[in-house]
């Protein structure tokens, strides 16, 4: 592989599995920083009630700095931040419902300086404000409820083409 190793220029892989009955932990590369984008691969098994795709602070009892909680049952995607125990109050708007029963979905989180913005399957979604200070932000928490395949972690600022040229010396 070419790439470097460090914080701003690392582009990480990684494969998840296919099971939809157990939650899955990562911890993400250097935590979060301003320009990360976590792509989330998936697929959402007819009948699937509810799932959740989490950024916390810590494996389990921490912080959870953005609950993004498909509700395919009730075509709503629930967001919220669980912040020193409490949860805050929950935002439903958004301009569509992406994660239909039986469908693949590809979801894009970008953190930027006051919010988590969000596409899924290449469109626009929603933007979730930083309630705390996002640094903090250490794992990636997929829940049980949906098929995931792959967990990408890439920062948008980096040229990938001179990195790759760079390192590779080609």
Same mark, same amino acid.
């Given at each position: ?18 099971? *939809?009955?157990? @939650? ?13 984008? +976590?792509? &989330? $691969? ?15 602070? *810590?494996?389990? @009892? ?13 075509? +709503?995607? &629930? $967001? ?36 988590? $913005? ?53």
């Amino acid at each position: 592989r070419c790439v470097s190793g460090k914080r701003e220029e690392a582009m990480r892989i990684r494969e998840v599995g296919e099971r *939809k009955d157990t @939650d899955k932990v990562y911890w993400i590369p250097g935590g979060l920083f301003l320009g990360l984008q +976590i792509i &989330v $691969r998936g697929r959402v098994p007819w009948g699937t009630k509810q799932f959740a795709i989490n950024i916390s602070d *810590k494996k389990e @009892d921490g912080d959870i700095l953005l609950h993004l909680n498909p509700r395919p049952s009730e075509g +709503i995607c &629930v $967001r919220n931040a669980l912040i020193g125990g409490n949860w805050g109050d929950e935002e439903k708007w958004q301009p569509y419902f992406p994660f239909p029963n039986g469908k693949y979905f590809t979801l894009m989180i970008e953190v930027t300086n006051d919010a988590f $913005r969000t596409m899924v399957n290449g469109k626009p979604f929603v933007n979730f404000s930083h309630r705390t200070d996002f640094r903090k932000g250490k794992f990636l928490v997929l829940r049980e409820g949906a098929v995931y395949y792959d967990v990408i972690y890439q920062n948008r600022h980096v040229n990938f083409i001179s990195l790759f040229l760079y390192y590779c010396k080609l």
